[in-house]
T-cell receptor, first 112, second 113 residues
Framework: EPEVTQTPSHQVTQMGQEVILRCVPI?????FYWYRQILGQKVEFLVS????????KSEIFDDQFSVERPDGSNFTLKIRSTKLEDSAMYFC??????????FGPGTRLTVL | DQQVKQNSPSLSVQEGRISILNCDYT??????FLWYKKYPAEGPTFLIS?????DKNEDGRFTVFLNKSAKHLSLHIVPSQPGDSAVYFC????????????FGAGTQVVVTP
């Protein structure tokens, strides 16, 4: 069964450093998303991406964040200068259209 | 932003019995609702969804009920199995922002033998 994959599973970084989280969505999906879940809190929407551009972004997704689909398979989330409060699980998801989104296993980001 | 609420943080149910999970929402523009299940160290797994034009959707052991006037939906799992022990999230979206799922806080379900 096709699945969304994410790498790395755990990323530890120093405050102020740049991180890139990687995702490989399901191959025939056209819509891509990033969510995050801070420990003990809800899963929060960050951004949706379609046709090589951002469709929608939340207030969390400020200038420190960017997304890219550098080739036909990968979908990345970059955080330019990490803060302590960026520590969270980051989930990538994809979908064929509106409707159910399929989530990856997540990347745990720890900012020290 | 508490537009989707799951007021029960946990639920314990005996194997073979019915699990009923509840979700309330405040945004009347929500028109698509989903339930996800999540095991530790995994991402959310889609279970079942319902559009606002329906009041019930069934898939095997899972049934979702939607009461638009009460802004309430529920997930019924019958019969409950030990493998159903997980955190269950309710999520909702609008036609204008269909890709932006708004999640509830989750309900931890424990199915006991």
């Amino acid at each position: 069964e096709p699945e969304v994959t994410q790498t790395p599973s755990h990323q530890v970084t120093q405050m102020g450093q740049e991180v890139i989280l990687r995702c490989v969505p399901i191959s025939n999906h056209l819509y891509f998303y990033w969510y995050r879940q801070i420990l003990g809190q809800k899963v929060e929407f960050l951004v949706s991406f379609y046709n090589n551009e951002i469709s929608e972004k939340s207030e969390i997704f400020d200038d420190q964040f960017s997304v890219e689909r550098p080739d036909g398979s990968n979908f990345t989330l970059k955080i330019r200068s990490t803060k302590l409060e960026d520590s969270a699980m980051y989930f990538c998801a994809s979908s064929t259209s509106g409707g159910e989104q399929f989530f990856g296993p997540g990347t745990r980001l720890t900012v020290l | 932003d508490q537009q989707v609420k799951q007021n029960s943080p946990s639920l314990s149910v005996q194997e073979g019995r019915i699990s009923i999970l509840n979700c309330d929402y405040t945004n009347s523009m929500f028109d698509y609702f989903l339930w996800y299940k999540k095991y530790p160290a995994e991402g959310p797994t889609f279970l079942i969804s319902i559009s606002s034009i329906k009041d019930k959707n069934e898939d095997g052991r899972f049934t979702v009920f939607l009461n638009k006037s009460a802004k309430h939906l529920s997930l019924h799992i019958v019969p409950s199995q030990p493998g159903d022990s997980a955190v269950y999230f309710c999520a909702a979206s609008t036609t204008d922002s269909w890709g932006k799922l708004q999640f509830g806080a989750g309900t931890q379900v424990v199915v006991t033998p």
